[in-house]
């Protein structure tokens, strides 16, 4: 690992603009379905009706008397595809199972599975069209209610080596807390819709514009599929219109749109409407069980927690909810076991945290409650199980600032005046509550690559496969390279999501950041290396002694480190070696510490006002207080942290993806039936992020900030509507039916 | 169908004829055909390859296809393009004048109201239709009267204070 510039730190760690900003207030930014061309045919997609059976028959006679209608594609037409199992396994798949190919043959695994793709000149006629083909089904008995097999659930995850014997220092426990929990299916909803337009061009590659968090992923994927050398297909994304995790795996409609434009020999558009959105991947429903044990000090005994989180029939996808109530709290005697229930729905998939924006509001729900038995403040009990160290692996961290956090975010908030009987505070006719969670995440680093191209008029492209999701990918590579070139960030382009550009996984799990910055660090030390070497032939060079280490590129010049007087301009070395370019690539590397956990921590603080006739919450303040290493962009980061905690707003008091299990069907599949945030719905909400150098984690001593924001959120505004209502809501979304209903009972 | 049915000899209706439609879209008159089952939103983006207008629902739900029709802000998903014939229609590319932002435009990029950038044409016509029409004052009518446009990244406290910069107001 080269080491950074450290002398001009112009960029990085200062609040920037979006470098992406201007296309995307003009609307010049194109996303997978902008992509227009001549000669384009649309899809449009016939999905299943019933949860589990066969399709006896399929008729697509009328359809295709449609005028306008090019084709009609089913099981019984499709073009040739892979029949293994492993070619439709993409970098995301689950390890076990057998991944659902669209129009493979007459099964029907889950409700809204797509069973004919309709091709015509327009998209009005393929829809049209599309409502026309008719279909007969031998149905099966399906469950879609995953407390139906609860009692089934496979085990997924559980330590390798038990801690303690968590059941009996719980049986034996002064004060204990038992409850379960309930997050139900949630759906992504990014505000895009699944998109993809193949460009055919005879003799040519198929260019694939794809919504998508891994353009290589998705290239990789449709050469297996459709068995087509790398050099046959290319996929590009250079704007993805939100993904949250959704457009990890390669969705069917690329493969539809690539079987369309295969058959046709002609560019095929399919968007999905916003309703067959709803037969993709999801966040699973998932049953939480939290068994705490405590002495009266608030220091904890015995922690359990067990879930059972839902897949399809066909694949095992799941995230381990559990494993972070082992690993944030201190505890001789801790437990976990999750577990993952086969349904008759498509197969499960991330979403924003996934296994922690669960787990985590169920641990942190639990530690309230707990907190209320002991009759402890809330965040004096999380000091009181405070851990300087990974409790799962008995690992100290690169850094742990969870404390500061704790107490910068109460300071912000104001916590010391609250009152801490449910019910005590009032505005007026509403009532006030205030609660707080605790938030975990990793922080993970993967290896990507980066190619930079700089020219000796001092302007530098930077190129990497890497997608932006809206997290300012773009924007922090572009700081990044800019002072690690020494140039100002205007004269810096970033490519990027081109499955021929230099490689990078999906961008997910927060682990993107900190990977492609330091890819971009790496390959700029190329281009200084390579610099250094062409300044040195130079006559009279004043580097001519110089060594790598000693050396920095700053404001368009190569310069001595100690003395910034002393050095050559960028353009002077490269017109003195007739070079045009120098073009570099490299992967980065990052140190093999496995002597230290990495993780990001918050703390999350929520005023609630509840309406105590109509039991209507609105969430009035926030603040988050973020403990993730050094923030390279805190107008960005501040964002990204922002739209989590609104994130976590939905999860706690709107979303909820509606099945009748009767029909095994969704029945709230649009946008305004199933319930996310709107802007009336938010109010304030503050960001802090708390001051923790890292110097072990990478030289830039930075984290990921795209998951944390949103965990332990949905606690935090549940612990808030206990305090104002004494209502205990277990089970989301907190709808004011609940907090009612529970408050007349009680 | 689910009741089993087959209709092997069954015909569909025929497709009714394509209309000719001409709208002034930013500032500029655009004359074409098309069936009239076209939404506004589909004839800007497929016929007049206006792709900054987004589709996120087609169904009015999100607001994503906002777009300005003689001045007043509508979700163009939920009008035909047929109806609109003689209408002025601008959309986020035409707010930009000789290559200088409308001051909501850079608003949005000052105050970092977008992460994805899909809703934003929207959530920027939908502004501006409603700095037009002069009534939000406070912050809390500006949540209210732009709780049309869903942004899923969650930037609605940046893009009320975009609004309120655009409007001249304090934030």
């Known amino acids: 690992m080269s080491t950074p510039n450290n002398t001009a730190k112009a960029y990085t760690g200062t609040p920037t603009s979006r470098v992406d900003g201007r296309a995307k207030v003009t609307g010049a930014a194109k996303y997978a379905g902008d992509f227009n ?8 997609v016939v999905e299943a009706t019933i949860a589990r059976g066969r399709i006896a028959r399929i008729d697509a006679g009328e359809a295709l008397r449609v005028p ?114 309930f997050i139900p299916t949630e759906h992504h909803n990014p505000m895009e819709l699944f998109a993809t337009t193949a460009m055919w061009e005879a003799g040519g590659p198929l260019t694939v514009y794809d919504k998508t968090q891994g353009v290589q992923n998705v290239q990789q994927f449709l050469c297996g599929v459709f068995e087509k050398k790398p050099n046959e297909i290319r996929v590009i994304s250079p704007y993805v219109g939100g993904a949250f995790g959704a457009g990890l795996r390669p969705q069917y409609q690329v493969v539809l749109a690539v079987m369309g434009a295969l058959k046709l020999q002609r560019s095929v558009r399919l968007v999905l409407t916003r309703q067959q959105m709803y037969g993709l991947g999801y966040r699973p429903a998932t049953i939480e069980r939290l068994a705490l044990g405590a002495r009266r000090d608030g220091t904890l005994d015995a922690i359990t927690h067990e879930a059972v989180g839902t897949t399809s029939q066909f694949e095992e996808f799941s995230r381990n909810d559990t494993g972070w109530s082992a690993l944030l709290y201190a505890s001789p005697n801790a437990r976990y076991e999750h577990r993952v ?112 191209a700089m020219t000796a008029n001092g302007h530098a492209e930077v190129s990497c496969a890497a997608s932006d999701i809206g997290t300012g990918t773009y924007t922090i590579m572009a700081q990044v390279a800019a002072d690690s070139l020494g140039l100002p960030i205007e004269n810096i382009t970033i490519h990027l999501a081109d499955s021929t550009l230099p490689s990078a996984p999906v961008e ?193 001593g930075m984290k990921g900030l795209g998951e944390i924001g949103i965990v332990g959120v949905a606690a935090a505004v549940a612990n808030a509507v206990y305090h104002a209502t004494g209502v205990r809501v277990r089970d989301l979304p907190i709808t004011l039916d609940k907090v009612l209903g529970r408050r007349q009972a009680a | 169908m689910q009741d089993g049915a087959v209709h092997p000899g069954a015909s569909p209706s025929p497709l009714p004829e394509k209309v000719s439609v001409t709208l002034i879209v930013n500032g500029i008159e655009r004359r074409f055909s098309v069936l009239p089952w076209v939404s506004l939103l589909d004839a800007l983006r497929d016929h007049l390859d206006l792709t900054g207008t987004k589709k996120g629902c087609d169904h009015g739900q999100c607001g994503a296809c906002t777009v300005l029709v003689d001045g007043r802000r509508i979700n163009s998903c939920l009008t035909l393009a047929v109806m609109r014939d003689g209408a002025h229609v601008t959309t986020i590319e035409g707010l930009a004048a000789n290559g200088a932002l409308d001051p909501l435009q850079q608003a949005f990029i000052d105050h970092d109201a977008f992460q994805c950038g899909y809703c934003t044409p929207g959530q920027i016509c939908s502004g501006v239709g409603l700095i037009a029409e002069g009534r939000a004052k406070t912050a809390d009518e500006i949540r209210e009267f732009m709780s049309g446009n869903i942004c899923r990244c969650g930037a609605y406290p940046n893009i009320v204070s975009a609004i309120q910069q655009a409007m001249g107001a304090k934030p």
């Open chain 1, 37 to 44: 061309a001549g000669g384009l045919a649309y899809g449009a």
């Open chain 1, 68 to 181: 306008g209608v090019l084709d009609v594609i089913t099981h019984e037409n499709r073009p040739r595809v892979a029949d293994s199992d492993e070619a439709w396994r993409d970098d995301l798949a689950p390890e076990d199972g057998s991944p659902f190919r669209p129009l493979y043959d007459d099964a029907v695994k889950f409700n809204q599975q797509p069973i004919a793709l309709v091709l015509a000149e327009e998209w009005e006629i393929a829809r049209y069209a599309a409502s026309l083909v008719r279909v007969d089904y031998e149905k099966q008995p399906f469950v879609t209610d995953v407390y139906r097999r609860r009692d089934d659930a496979i085990v997924v995850e559980k330590p390798d080596k038990l801690r303690g014997d968590a059941a009996k220092a719980f049986a034996a426990a002064e004060v204990r807390h038992e409850a379960d929990y």
């Open chain 1, 341 to 452: 229930a086969h349904l008759d729905v498509p197969t499960s998939c991330d979403m924003r945290a996934p296994g922690a924006a669960t787990g985590v509001y169920a641990l942190e729900s639990a530690m309230d409650e707990l907190a209320v038995a002991l009759k402890m403040d809330p965040v004096e009990l999380r000091l009181r199980c405070y851990s300087e160290r990974d409790q799962n692996e008995d690992l100290p961290y690169t850094s742990k600032r969870l404390r500061e956090c704790y107490r910068e975010g109460a300071a912000a908030f104001g916590w010391d005046r609250r009152k801490p009987e449910p019910r005590a505070m009032r505005d007026g006719k509403a009532l006030v509550g205030w609660g707080m969670a605790s938030g975990v995440w990793e922080a993970l680093q993967v290896p990507v690559a980066v190619r930079i």
């Open chain 1, 508 to 700: 997910g799990g927060s682990w993107m950041a900190a990977s492609a910055c330091h890819a971009v660090i790496a390959t700029a030390g190329e281009v200084r290396s390579e610099l250094l070497r062409r300044a040195k032939l130079m006559k009279g060079s004043p580097l001519a002694d110089a060594v790598e280490e000693d050396v920095t590129l700053s404001d368009g010049k190569l310069v001595s480190r100690r003395q910034t007087d002393r050095g050559v301009s960028i353009s002077d070395i490269m017109r003195h070696a007739a070079m045009e370019r120098i073009e570099k690539e490299k992967t980065n590397e990052f140190a093999q510490d496995k002597a230290h956990a990495r993780n990001t921590h918050s703390a999350v603080f929520v005023e609630v006002k509840v309406d105590e006739e109509l039991g209507v919450v609105r969430v009035t303040r926030v603040v988050s207080a973020v403990a993730a290493g050094r923030v390279l962009n805190p107008k960005t980061a501040r964002s990204q942290v922002m739209g989590a905690v609104v994130g976590g707003i939905g999860m706690a008091l709107h979303e909820e993806t509606i099945y009748d299990h009767g029909l095994g069907r969704i029945i709230n599949h649009d946008i305004a039936e199933y319930h996310v945030p709107v802007n009336a719905d938010i109010h304030d909400i503050e960001v802090i992020f708390v001051d923790e150098p890292d110097a072990l984690i990478n030289p830039l």
